[in-house]
């Protein structure tokens, strides 16, 4: 598998060639076309998603509401990433916002290759870490104004 897409996916941006050439190795490529479901909140989490090209929609269905997309990723981003840090189950929905291709990485492949090799383990799980505070940041934010607004 060409390790070009990874170089581009922030997670993976600080890691060498051979290391890039290891997860390489545990990715999966799959197309999804446009408006297919890639997994449902609720669902058991066991893997994460590259986005090499085409656009995902992360969205949750709100009651007498329907759904909310809370982002709209591209190429070089990726998604599901709680699959692999914890198991648990999806917090919400990622469909195919137009047809892409995905490269999913197994939580159990993941954990194997993090424990082979410490340096690439330290480099992406400091990158994951940045990822979910910003990430919580911007949900606090979120929250903040969704309260400011209910008061009127």
């Given at each position: 598998m060409d390790v070009a897409p990874l170089a581009q996916?922030?997670?993976f941006q600080g890691l060498s060639?051979?290391?890039l050439r290891k997860v390489a190795a545990i990715c999966e490529a799959e197309t999804v076309e446009a408006g297919a479901l890639i997994f449902r909140e609720g669902e058991p989490a066991q893997s994460m998603y590259l986005l090499v090209s085409g656009k995902v929609r992360i969205s949750r269905r709100v009651p007498g509401m329907g759904e909310e997309a809370l982002a709209i990723l591209d190429a070089g981003q990726y998604f599901g990433e709680m699959g692999v840090?914890?198991?648990s189950v999806r917090s919400a929905d990622a469909y195919a916002h137009e047809t892409?291709?995905?490269?999913r990485i197994d939580r159990r492949q993941f954990d194997q290759l993090l424990f082979t090799d410490k340096d690439l383990a330290y480099a992406v799980l400091w990158t994951l870490v940045r990822t979910l505070s910003a990430r919580l940041r911007e949900t606090n934010e979120k929250m903040k104004a969704f309260f400011a607004m209910s008061k009127f």
């Open positions: 996916v922030t997670l060639p051979s290391q840090v914890e198991e892409a291709t995905l490269w």
